[in-house]
């Protein structure tokens, strides 16, 4: 399976921005779409996941800031990031788990929120 992530850059603090990631390949369906993020020196986190029926999760930290959306016609998922703030910035991953609970994630596309 390939995640193919894109939409990362740099952002001002209040600011919005929206990532995506095309999967491909051999993916099984249904399967649980969604995104992670790594700051220098942390811990990969959760971000937001989404299960083939729409329903989602998110991280503490980002719940009511950011929203995660798939389109199972483009095989793509999306995460609208808005209100921005610094401890935003991060790596983020796509990440997807399928029907036989394999998991594969994408390259990873930094997020830079600074003024």
């Known amino acids: 399976v390939q995640l193919q992530a894109s939409g990362g850059g740099l952002v001002q603090p209040g600011g919005s921005l929206r990532l995506s990631c095309k999967i491909s390949?051999?993916?099984?369906?249904?399967?649980?779409l969604g995104w992670y993020r790594q700051a220098p020196g942390t811990q990969r986190e959760l971000v937001a996941i989404?299960?083939?029926?729409?329903?989602?999760n998110y991280g503490d930290s980002v719940k009511e800031r950011f929203a995660v959306f798939r389109d199972n016609t483009k095989n793509t998922v999306y995460l609208q990031m808005a209100s921005l703030k610094a401890e935003d910035t991060a790596v983020y991953y796509c990440?997807?788990?399928?029907?036989?609970?394999?998991?594969?994630w994408g390259q990873g596309t930094l997020v830079t929120v600074s003024s």
């Open positions: 990440y997807y788990r399928g029907y036989w609970n394999e998991v594969d």
């Open positions: 989404i299960e083939w029926d729409g329903s989602t």
């Open positions: 390949g051999s993916f099984s369906s249904p399967n649980t």
